[in-house]
């Protein structure tokens, strides 16, 4: 069955970089858009970013336009979010999520904790 398995999260100061990686198992990867959604305590799943298939497009929250960057990898069936310039408020579990017309996926989530 479809699977995705996010990695890549942790503790880092704030004005530091993480890259997050999402491994993608179970579906065809290269036809679905991925994405990233975070969601901090108390508050609401949020869309982060996103690119579409064959990575013709990308967008981005405008909370973190400028410092994070979005890119898969379909031979290796993985998606990525290289997150620079780490502000506190970037503080949530991240989640990767696959989309190709009414189906859609979710993986568990990683932690990403900004904080000195």
Do not use: H
């Amino acid at each position: 069955q479809a699977q995705l398995v996010e990695s890549g999260g942790g503790l880092v100061q704030p004005g530091g970089s993480l890259r997050l990686s999402c491994a993608a198992s179970g579906f065809t990867f290269s036809l679905y858009a991925m994405s990233w959604y975070r969601q901090a305590p108390g508050k609401e799943r949020e869309f982060v970013a996103t690119v579409t298939r064959a990575a013709g497009n990308s967008n981005y929250a405008d909370s973190v336009k400028g410092r994070f960057t979005i890119s898969r990898d379909d031979g290796k069936k993985e998606v990525y979010l290289q997150m620079n310039s780490l502000k506190p408020e970037d503080t949530a579990i991240y989640y990767c999520s696959a989309r190709f017309f009414t189906n859609t996926y979710w993986g568990q989530g990683t932690q990403v904790t900004v904080s000195s």
